[in-house]
């Protein structure tokens, strides 16, 4: 009978098990470490930088050719017609990012918004107050407010042989008195300078003693003036008092036309003190710097303006 061998094999206890988890667990705090970094990242980036990236990762083109995957080469490869690829290289979608705006840059907006909201709202108080007052019932075509680059603009012109002045004189009708005091409860409520310029038609004026329309358009500028303080406006709000004779029509195909004989009375844009848009002065200093053509009063330490008053000089 043949000898039996068992063979007993002792296992040993647990071997070492090497570095393999090291390599992991540094794997693990790498792809931590990039999230924790892409939060920070989202969460700092503004809103135009976030759309930006958006369209980066967003193709504007794709296949029109129509395939169940419903993938964005519709089924089909790179080497097939109906798909989208390049024959320089791999497509590439091209963006334009809006620049991020300067604190400066959106106060500035905001300001602009702000007045053009005044605007609009001066324009429909003017015309609701000259549309309900039966004095001036039928002189509504005698006055056109538009809002233009330089601001509001209100215009006070002849029209179907009404006229503001009488002819060849600057003194003043009592329709146009009626008006002008609908202007200024209007606006004494703004912040803006204003601006006076005198029109008249280019019907020949002239005197024995040189007296034309470069005069005569001045006078009638420097009179709605005087009559608009009078009804409440301070010196200091006029910016400039000019005439301009007949050189700058409204209608310039007709420039002998009556419409040509006007008043224009312009809220400038971008002028005027706003307490609640600018800085206070701090321990009493006044502010750094003023517009051109002010000077400070050192009582109130507040700018004053100095109106200015220009005739064009004939050609």
């Given at each position: ?84 690829r390049s ?74 042989g009404t ?5 060849g004189s ?146």
């Amino acid at each position: 009978m043949p000898d039996i061998v068992i063979k007993k094999i002792k296992k040993g206890g647990h071997g070492h098990h090497g570095g393999a988890w090291k390599v992991a667990y540094a794997d693990f705090v790498t792809a931590m470490m990039a999230f924790f970094l892409l939060l920070w990242l989202l969460s700092s980036a503004t809103e135009e930088q976030l759309q930006g990236v958006s369209m980066y990762f967003t193709p504007e083109t794709i296949s029109q050719n129509e395939s169940g995957s419903g993938g964005l080469l519709g089924g089909t490869s790179l080497a097939e017609e109906g798909a989208l690829r390049s024959e320089f290289g791999s497509p590439t979608v091209s963006m334009d990012i809006p620049p991020v705006q300067s604190p400066d840059e959106r106060e500035a907006i905001r300001v602009a918004q702000m007045e053009d909201q005044e605007f609009n709202e001066a324009k429909e108080q003017l015309l609701k107050a000259i549309e309900s007052s039966e004095e001036l019932q039928g002189l509504e075509k005698n006055i056109r407010v538009e809002e233009t680059d330089q601001g509001l603009r209100i215009q006070i012109l002849d029209e179907d042989g009404t006229a503001m002045f009488p002819s060849g004189s600057a003194g003043m009708a009592e329709h146009t008195k009626l008006l002008l005091e609908k202007v200024a409860s209007v606006v004494e409520k703004m912040p803006q300078d204003i601006s006076i310029e005198g029109h008249t038609d280019a019907v020949p004026f002239s005197r024995n003693d040189g007296y034309s329309n470069w005069e005569l358009s001045a006078d009638r500028a420097l009179a709605t003036r005087r009559t608009l303080e009078d009804l409440g406006l301070t010196t200091s709000r006029f910016a400039k008092v000019a005439g301009l004779a007949d050189t700058d029509p409204l209608l310039p195909d007709a420039p002998e036309n009556e419409s040509n004989r006007r008043i224009s009375i312009t809220l400038l844009r971008g002028t005027g003190e706003r307490s609640e848009l600018g800085s206070a002065p701090q321990n009493g200093q006044a502010p750094e710097s003023t517009a051109p053509g002010t000077q400070t009063d050192p009582a109130a330490g507040t700018p004053i303006r100095r109106p200015s008053f220009s005739v064009p000089s004939q050609p």
